[in-house]
């Protein structure tokens, strides 16, 4: 079975300065990842998915992800937050051709962004 | 479209006592699943469904039951309510459809928040 490890709990960042929320995952042939973000008293989202070919990712509000086959991650980046960026985000993965296609999820991580 | 609703958004239930949470999506799923989401444990899976009428355990089903008697709902009852279960409940579904690849991306409700006392 797959595992996921996002490796910060939380991650204190000030408004307009670069992120990155890591995320590795347990070795697998071939997978697919989904970083879904989650706003105060609401539920998840979509941000971003990599399902195969380019191995950067764009997604909604200006994130984007980066798939690293060799070592097993998907960062999560954004080269300038906004306050409005404070949520938890959780990281997900699929392994369809191992037969398992309902994701397994991160703990989460708490992005803090301060004026 | 309304995409995934769930009903109640807020309950407050007592040791023992049963309820059940809806979930209703709009975009002809076949998946539905159901999570809880506790305080630094991330989202575990309750149960899942892959169609209509078909129902499976997922990481921590104990003290919870489903049924989709229709394709657009997927029921989670309590039968004797725990403190334990004091949660934040997600519904989600996952489109399969046609072509390739088949990302199964997921679409979340809004949440339930149970408080069992």
């Known amino acids: 079975a797959q595992s996921v490890t996002q490796l910060d709990s939380q991650v204190p960042v000030f408004e307009e300065a670069p992120v990155e929320l890591r995320c590795n995952y347990s070795s697998s042939v071939s997978v697919y990842l989904f970083w879904y973000v989650q706003y105060p008293n609401q539920g998840l989202q979509l941000l971003l998915k990599y399902l195969s070919g380019s191995t950067l990712v764009k997604g909604i509000n200006g994130f984007e992800a980066e798939f690293n086959k060799s070592q097993t991650s998907f960062h999560l980046r954004k080269p300038s937050v906004h306050i409005s960026d404070t949520a938890e985000y959780f990281c997900a993965v699929s392994d369809p051709l191992g037969g398992s296609y309902i994701p397994t999820f991160g703990r989460g991580t708490s992005l803090i962004v301060h004026p | 479209n309304a995409g995934v609703t769930q009903t109640p958004k807020f309950r407050v239930l007592k040791t023992g006592q049963s309820m059940t949470l809806l979930c209703a999506q709009d975009?002809?799923?076949?998946?539905m699943y159901w999570y809880r989401q506790d305080p630094g444990m991330g989202l575990r899976l309750i149960h899942y469904s892959v169609g209509e009428g078909t129902t499976a355990k997922g990481e921590v089903p104990d003290g919870y039951n489903v049924s989709r008697l229709k394709k657009q709902n997927f029921l989670l009852g309590l039968e004797s309510a725990a403190p334990s279960q004091t949660s934040v409940y997600f519904c989600a579904s996952s489109y399969t459809g046609t072509g390739t690849p088949i990302s199964y991306e997921q679409y979340f409700g809004p949440g339930t928040r149970l408080t069992v006392t």
């Open positions: 975009m002809n799923h076949e998946y």
